[in-house]
Structures are given as structure tokens and as C-alpha cells.
């Protein structure tokens, strides 16, 4: 896919006679107006609303996912369940990958179930299949490529074909692909949504979500949901998040190099099954991969083969530089064993896997660092 044309967002704000390069971070819940008129005129007429800082991060996701509207929420959680929210009601019926992110697929099983409506997952890489699944009252299918944990990448376009013809509203989270490397939008999908906290935002300390689209009449709604729920973002979250933005791709191109080095280095370890990243050839996804993004990143996943008694807890103490965490997409390394996280179909791949499951993150130490901090990890889960 071709890489989409990318800018710097620069502000110049004249306020007291001076220029400056950032928006001014406001932190004001109320807005002081000079008339009656101007107090029920147009908006914002709160803090929560958003002031400036909140419409320049808006107008830079407008860019790098190439939408018309945008929709702050305060972290990405959040911003997936505003955007299904504002695509079924009660009575209806959404489909969801099997490789969703945990917390999301379980919005989709126990909170939209108490709101009226029924969920039901699907294999991410079930492509034109998905026609087999909808029902008479499916309103929405949820997409999220690669899927969290275990890397799978949806045919897109055949899923969002698919839903056009019979009116059924396609939505992506877009975390991994950042925008800068893939653009759900432009593939067919009505609403792309994206964890701020993770590359947005580059530095592990900030979170926020954002919502995008182009399609007519998902502003209206997005905007009306967000005002009834309260939903908003903080405005030094949303300051950090616009900063990020501008290093994004500058951050992503050294994560990807970091991670495919990385990648191809485990892949060759005896100790690992498996290398999870659709950049590799060896990727059962990696000619979709290419067809629809242009780049990956450092987040990848690795089955390991069965391991010793103890195996786990030594490799993982015996590392300083991959620390355990989560979250994703700052300046540090992490990795984290992900076996209690995987809430699967039954008969996925992951009932016929060779042993447990780590998801690792490639921060932007020296790749040589990050060898030998692994190697160490290694040598100590076998015992020596």
C-alpha cells in the first residue's frame, strides 16, 4: 500500500502579541463569554468540549488517516466503544474478530448484550466468509488488523465489500498501523479508531483515543454520543498526543527496523516456535500485509517451544533492559507472557500452539543491547 503524504502539523497562534509554534495548552473548564448571545452560540461553550490544543490534534488525525471529522475520547478503549456504540442499538447484531483486544471483546460480550445487543466473534482471517455470518440484524463489524496478541491480518476490502452492499457500518482499530502505515479509511472502513497512549503519543506518558471518519452522518452521531456520555480528553493528554505526532514518523521508522532485526533474530532461535509478524515471508499474512500497509513497527509476537520447569520466570528475571509492563509504542522495550490474556474460540490456533505465547515490544534501545539482554534470558531459562 502506498504510503500516505504526511505533514507537520504547525500552529502559530497570535495570542498577546506573540507567535509560537504550539497551540496553548488551556486547562479551563470554563469559557468566559461577553454577551448573552455568545453564551448559547456556537460551540465550544465548555472546557469539556475541547478548546485549541484539542482542535489541532483533530485536524492532525483528519491528515494522517485522511478523514473529515475526528473525535477525541480520553484513551483508546474508550474511543472503540464510542465508535460501536454509535453503530448499533438495541436489537441489533455486531461481529467482532476473535483476535480483538481483551477489553474491547469484552465490551462486545457483557456490556452490549446488557444494552440490547448480541455479539459474535469471527476468525480474523475469515475474509469474504463473513458474508456466512451476518443476520438480518447485523449492524456493524468491528475489525482490528493485526489482532491483538497473535499479529492475524483481515482482508479488509473483501470484509468492507461485503458490508457496503447490504448497509452494514465497518469500524478498525488502527492502533498498530498508526495511520502512518496503513489507512483503514481509504480500504472501505466507515470508522478507524486509534489508542493515542501507544505511537500517537510515543512516550508512555499520556493517554488518549481518537475516532475518524469520513462517512456522512457518523459525525452527528459520534458527536451526540460523545456529549451524552461526557466523553472528553484532557488537554495537556491531548497537548502530548499532538507532540507526538510530529516525531511519529521519524519514531515508527526506527521501531520497524529495530523490530524486524529483532524478529528475524528470534526467528532463528532454537528455543522459539514461532516469530508473530506479518512483515516476515514467512507470515501466512504477509502478502496482505503488503497489499494494505506500507510499514510495519515493534510490536511483534513469539511462541516459545515448551520450556523447562521454572523456564519462564528465569528468562524473564534474568533480562534488564525488557522489562515487564503494559501498553506499548514508547522509547522502552517490553515484553510480557500473554497466556492468561488469550480468551479464544475453541479449536483457534491457539489450542494447537507449542508452548506460551510473549508479546514484545522493540523500544529504541541498540539492537545489540536488546540481543544480548535476550540471549541472557535465554541462557538462564535453560538452566545455565
Given at each position: 500500500m502506498k504510503q500516505p503524504e504526511t505533514r507537520l502539523i504547525h500552529t502559530r497562534m497570535e495570542?498577546?502579541?506573540?507567535?509560537?509554534?504550539?497551540?496553548?495548552?488551556?486547562?479551563?473548564?470554563?469559557?468566559?463569554?461577553?454577551?448573552?448571545?455568545?453564551?448559547?452560540?456556537?460551540?465550544?461553550t465548555y472546557g469539556r468540549m475541547g478548546l485549541t490544543v484539542h482542535r489541532e490534534l483533530e485536524a492532525a488525525m483528519n491528515a494522517l488517516e485522511g478523514a473529515t471529522y475526528t473525535r477525541l475520547a480520553a484513551n483508546g478503549l474508550q474511543a472503540c466503544t464510542l465508535a460501536i456504540a454509535a453503530c448499533v442499538r438495541n436489537g441489533d447484531h455486531l461481529l467482532f474478530p476473535d483476535s480483538a483486544y481483551g477489553p474491547t471483546a469484552r465490551f462486545c460480550?457483557?456490556?452490549?448484550?446488557?444494552?440490547g445487543v448480541k455479539a459474535t466473534r469471527f476468525d480474523p482471517r475469515i475474509g469474504a466468509g463473513i458474508a456466512d455470518l451476518i443476520q438480518d440484524n447485523t449492524k456493524a463489524i468491528f475489525l482490528e488488523s493485526p489482532g491483538s496478541l497473535t499479529f492475524e491480518i483481515s482482508d479488509t476490502p473483501a470484509i468492507t465489500e461485503i458490508a457496503k452492499a447490504r448497509g452494514i457500518r465497518t469500524i478498525m482499530d488502527n492502533t498498530w498501523g498508526a495511520g502512518l502505515h496503513h489507512q483503514p479509511l481509504a480500504l472501505g472502513v466507515d470508522?478507524?479508531?486509534?489508542?493515542?497512549?501507544?505511537?500517537?503519543?510515543?512516550?508512555?506518558?499520556?493517554?488518549?483515543?481518537?475516532?475518524?471518519t469520513s462517512t456522512p452522518g457518523m459525525a452527528g452521531r459520534l458527536e451526540a454520543l460523545s456529549e451524552d456520555w461526557g466523553i472528553s480528553l484532557a488537554p495537556d493528554d491531548a497537548y502530548l498526543c499532538l507532540r507526538g505526532l510530529r516525531t511519529l514518523k521519524t519514531r515508527l521508522k526506527a521501531h520497524e527496523a529495530a523490530g524486524l532485526e529483532i524478529a528475524h533474530w528470534l526467528d532463528g532461535r532454537p528455543e522459539v516456535s514461532e516469530v508473530l509478524h506479518p512483515a516476515l515471508p514467512s507470515s501466512p499474512d504477509h502478502a496482505l500485509w503488503q497489499r494494505d500497509f506500507s510499514g510495519s513497527n515493534g510490536l511483534i509476537g513469539v511462541v516459545l517451544n515448551p520450556?523447562?520447569?521454572?523456564?519462564?520466570?528465569?528468562f524473564l528475571d534474568a533480562m534488564h533492559l525488557f522489562a515487564m509492563g503494559f501498553s506499548w509504542g514508547g522509547f522502552e522495550s517490553l515484553i510480557i507472557p500473554c497466556d492468561e490474556q488469550l480468551t479464544r474460540m475453541k479449536g483457534s490456533w491457539t489450542d494447537a500452539r507449542a508452548g506460551p505465547l510473549l508479546r514484545v515490544h522493540v523500544g529504541l534501545e541498540a539492537t545489540s543491547d536488546l540481543i544480548a539482554d535476550l540471549e541472557a534470558g535465554f541462557k538462564a531459562m535453560a538452566g545455565s
Open positions: 495570542r498577546l502579541g506573540r507567535a509560537t509554534v504550539n497551540p496553548p495548552v488551556e486547562r479551563a473548564s470554563t469559557v468566559l463569554f461577553s454577551t448573552e448571545e455568545s453564551l448559547y452560540g456556537p460551540k465550544p460480550e457483557r456490556r452490549l448484550p446488557a444494552m470508522l478507524s479508531v486509534q489508542a493515542l497512549t501507544k505511537y500517537a503519543a510515543g512516550h508512555s506518558d499520556a493517554f488518549g483515543g481518537a475516532v475518524m520450556l523447562p520447569e521454572g523456564g519462564m520466570e528465569r
